[in-house]
């Protein structure tokens, strides 16, 4: 059977006491966007000896680049994702999540999803200027593709536009709903390559990413979103107006090799990803309410001893099994190297994502006007499970995903 390490256990024991001390206490603040979650993440980073990872990483790094004199070059294949441990991963991202998606999801978008992709697909040198300091938390991070015109469709939709120009490529265009795209540094970009030679619809056009770096002229991002949930997140739109950058600022610093595949890896890991998030929500209220139907009375005996509410325990049960299993499936194919199927990825991500709506709105439910209220947490929760649903690829796109699989030759 699989189960977390007693190394991945003390952390996750370490971690929950960490976040009812340091990060409990600021949620309420974060909640209503008077306080940045940037600070706070870099402060777990610290207790948890981010900095130390990542200087011994990069020391790697160099090695092998001067074994190999590489000075440049091609990404380094091997060099997958920001993080080592997918199971530290996983215990991170389910105790943030039991308090706080937002703040989950805002640390998955800077380390996880745009110092992932400069550390998968980026030349060392690239590593070196943009990866060390977002993975050393330095500077703040946002992963850019989805537009105004084009989210389920982010690929062929996609309009933003990059034209080389000697030495540079000159961007054009607009992103929307990006995860801490007001405050951040450093973004990695998604853009069709505009070139004169290039005779396929705009449809088909090969896609790159670029990395952007904050104050680039024709760069500008707007402020934060109002949303549903998810307020310790961020979320914001990113305008390119004749943004100017050099060549290698072209992630992988080639042509020759597309961006969608990185693209689609990121989106592979945004839904394996998922699961970790939705259990962390799942296990939380189901906790609460275990809690809740015990203390509170109606009728002079405790809801608990109802058969409806014991229903409502038991689903969120099985719910919870389900996707703790899910979590640890995907914690067995990291241990061997294996990569899960992009319609079980998909199931994962429509199943948990599903499942953890449902147990938050269940929750609130057994709570009665109580769980309507911001002061317990399964309210919040409820809000933000809704984004598991759209974010990363909508549950109908995981449907279409998963048939598509089943029914091909
Ligand atoms: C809070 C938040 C944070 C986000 N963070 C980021 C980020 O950091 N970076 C980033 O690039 N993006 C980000 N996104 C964007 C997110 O990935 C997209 O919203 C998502 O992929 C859906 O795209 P869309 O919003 O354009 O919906 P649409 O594609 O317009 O879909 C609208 C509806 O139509 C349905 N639909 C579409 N096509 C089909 C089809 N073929 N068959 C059946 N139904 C279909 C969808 O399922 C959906 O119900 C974020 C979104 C949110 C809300």
New binding site residues.
Partial sequence: MFEFTEEQKMAQRMLRMWCKKELEPLVPAMEKGELLPFDTMRKLGETFGLRGIVEARFARLEEKAKAAGASGGGGEAEDKGAFGDAGMLAVLVIELSRLSPGFA?SFG?WLG?TGGAIMAKGTYAQKVRWGKPLLSMEKIG?????EPQ?????FSGMRTMARRDGDHYVLNGQ???????PFADTFVVYAKLDVEEEKRPIEERPIHAFVLEKGTPGLAVSKPME?MG?HT?P?GEVFLADARVPKDQLLGETEASQSREGARDVFHSERTGIAPMALGIIERCLEDSVRYAKERKTWGRAIAEYQLTQEKLARMFVHRENVRNMVFRELWAAKTKTKIPMAEACACKLYAARAATEVAMEAVQLMGGNGYMREFCVEQLARDAK?LQ????????Q??TIARELLRE
């Fill in positions: 999801m978008a999803l946002a992963w850019a593709i989805t084009s989210g389920s469709d982010a992103k929307t709903f990006i995860t801490n795209a949303k998810m997140s979320t984004l759209i974010g990363g690829g909508t549950d109908e796109i449907i279409v």
